[in-house]
């Protein structure tokens, strides 16, 4: 059974900065490209930022330089370290393969006002 986990959101003031992680089982986590995404209130899910097994990464423009993801791969675990948020990161953030065909999970809520 897969299970994806995200936690680590919360609520922060603009220029705040938290710590996502994403404990995953029941997938081939070390050799899978993995990736953050974020679903904002009546807007389509995004992808944030990837992840290669080889550590290659993308980030999407709107998070570029303030976002990083990393893995763990003895853990099965992707973190995503959030710096500098602003009040438009507001969202529940997830984590899947990429592509990303399970299910997704509960996900966690982040948001971002003063």
């Known amino acids: 059974q897969v299970q994806l986990l995200a936690s680590g959101g919360g609520l922060v003031q603009p220029g705040g900065s938290l710590n996502l992680s994403c404990a995953t089982s029941g997938i081939h986590f070390s050799i899978l490209p993995m990736g953050w995404f974020r679903q904002a209130p009546g807007k389509r899910r995004e992808l944030v930022a990837r992840?290669?097994?080889?550590?290659?990464?993308i980030y999407s423009d709107s998070v570029q330089g303030r976002f990083t993801i990393s893995r763990d791969n003895a853990k099965s675990t992707l973190y995503l370290r959030m710096t500098s948020l602003k009040p438009e990161d507001t969202a529940v953030y997830y984590c899947n393969e990429l592509p990303p065909d399970n299910p997704w999970g509960q996900g966690t809520q982040v948001t971002v006002s003063s």
């Open positions: 992840i290669t097994r080889f550590g290659d990464i």
